[in-house]
C-alpha cells in the first residue's frame, strides 16, 4: 500500500522560511512527476510546484523566486524549500505523486502558518 507522508510544516513570521519533505512508502509504478499543491481555507486546491523525472520544474507565479522543489529519488523524498515566506502563503500543503497511467497519489497534508 502507497503512503506519502509530509513533514516539516509550522508556524513561522513572514519572511521566514520552511522546508516541507514528503516521504513515500510502497511501490509506484512509472512515476511521471512529484509535486505540492496547497489548499487554504475557502479556496481551491493549487499546484505550487512540480518536478519531473527529466528534473524539469515548474511553479505557480505565486511563488517563482522564493520556493524550490527538488527530489531524492534514492529515498522516495521530495522537498519544497519555501523563502521569504507571506501570509498569504498560509494554507495546507499536500504531496503529490503523479504516474504514467494518470494515478495520483496523495499525502495527508501539513500545514504551513505565515503570521503578519
Known amino acids: 500500500q502507497v503512503q506519502l507522508v509530509e513533514s516539516g510544516g509550522g508556524l513561522v513570521q513572514a519572511g521566514g522560511s520552511l522546508r516541507l519533505s514528503c516521504a513515500y512508502s510502497?511501490?509506484?509504478?512509472?512515476?511521471?512527476?512529484m509535486g505540492w499543491y496547497r489548499q487554504a481555507p475557502e479556496k481551491q486546491r493549487e499546484l505550487v510546484a512540480l518536478i519531473t523525472n527529466g528534473v524539469t520544474t515548474k511553479y505557480a507565479d505565486s511563488v517563482k523566486g522564493r520556493f524550490t522543489i527538488s527530489r531524492d529519488n534514492a529515498n522516495n523524498t521530495v522537498y519544497l524549500q519555501m523563502n521569504s515566506l507571506k501570509p498569504e502563503d498560509t494554507a495546507v500543503y499536500y504531496c503529490?505523486?503523479?504516474?504514467?497511467?494518470?494515478?495520483?497519489?496523495w499525502g495527508k497534508g501539513t500545514l504551513v502558518t505565515v503570521s503578519s
Open positions: 503529490n505523486v503523479r504516474n504514467w497511467y494518470g494515478t495520483n497519489y
Open positions: 510502497g511501490r509506484i509504478y512509472s512515476i511521471n512527476a
